[in-house]
């Protein structure tokens, strides 16, 4: 019987290697057939608890330039790498190093699409309701080019909230968000004193 | 690893952390800049000063134990106190053993 199991999962490990990686071709071309592919492929229900990293997704995550052109596309706006990536923070969470640089992604993406951003954000956060994101580890993370520097960091939070301000639905989420940003920039003025 | 981004201070990988909830093992702990909770999802930020759940000075901080580790020649055994944590005040909270 034990066996058969590891007969088994080694079947399904062959299955997963023999897989084209749907990372690298939505990268390359993120239309929707590629998008649904990495969907799917992250929604693949797991054997028991597998390590985050002995998944073909994690793997085909860590192909030669696929993770940082992932991040490249949602910092330039792309909606459909946004959305992936929201879940993928979940998904990676035993490797934060690569959900922090995700996280700074996102707040990119907002700068240049606020409502799609808390758009995304509401969607995944009613899906995913035991697993919700909070807005201010998206928005609040300003990237390694503001550590250190509160007077800085103050103004980007402000022109953030501004942004959150300009858009006209999602007014509960907005203005959670909004409060948490506020909480930020206090905690930044408590550090220039 | 390929995909990451080269940072400055460089972060410091912590093996065999493991998430004090569900008690699964950590690959991605890393000891980084950063100064408040938002800037880490389950790093830890480094910093010298702070108080409630923030920390200044993380870039100087960092460069710190960086210049141990270059003068050690690593690797070095990090012992956390108090779990694992997300804002790590140096030098009370962190001690770096070295060989």
């Known amino acids: 019987m034990r066996f058969m199991f590891l007969v088994f999962l080694g079947l399904i490990a062959c299955i997963q290697s023999q897989n084209p990686n749907p990372w690298k071709a939505f990268v390359e071309n993120p239309s929707k057939d590629s998008f649904s592919s990495c969907k799917k492929e992250l929604e693949y229900p797991l054997l028991g608890n597998v390590p985050v990293e002995s998944t073909a997704t994690f793997r085909h995550l860590m192909e030669p330039g696929v993770f940082r052109t992932l991040t490249d596309l949602v910092a330039t706006g792309n909606e459909m790498a946004a959305e992936i990536s929201l879940h993928l923070i979940r998904f990676l ?70 942004l959150l301000k300009s858009i006209q639905d999602t007014l509960q989420l907005k203005e959670q968000c909004i409060m948490q940003l506020e909480e930020a920039i206090v905690e930044w003025q408590r550090m220039l004193k | 690893m390929d995909g990451q981004r080269v940072y400055a201070p460089p972060r410091v990988h912590v093996e065999g952390a493991r998430d004090e909830f569900s008690g699964e093992s950590m690959g991605g702990y890393q000891l980084h800049v950063g100064n408040r909770r938002d800037d880490t999802i389950g790093c830890a930020c480094i910093g010298e000063t702070g108080s409630n759940g923030t920390v200044s000075n993380s870039t100087d901080a960092m460069t710190a134990i960086n210049n141990i580790i270059n003068a050690d020649g690593g690797p070095i055994r990090v012992r956390v106190i108090n779990g694992v944590p997300r804002m790590i005040q140096l030098p009370t909270a962190l001690s770096i053993i070295q060989r």
């Not at chain 1, 996102?106 to 995304?120: D, N």
């Not at chain 1, 509401?122 to 007077?151: H, I, M, Q, W």
Request: charged share 30%.
């Open chain 1, 93 to 162: 969470r035993a490797r934060p190093d690569l959900g922090e640089e995700i996280a700074v992604s996102v707040g990119q993406f907002f700068k240049s699409k606020p409502a799609s951003f808390l758009s995304l954000l509401e969607t995944y956060n009613r899906e995913n309701s035991n697993r919700s994101l909070r807005c201010s580890t998206l928005l609040g993370n300003l990237g390694a080019d503001f550590v250190d520097k509160p007077l800085e960091s103050i103004e980007e939070l402000e022109r953030r909230i501004k």
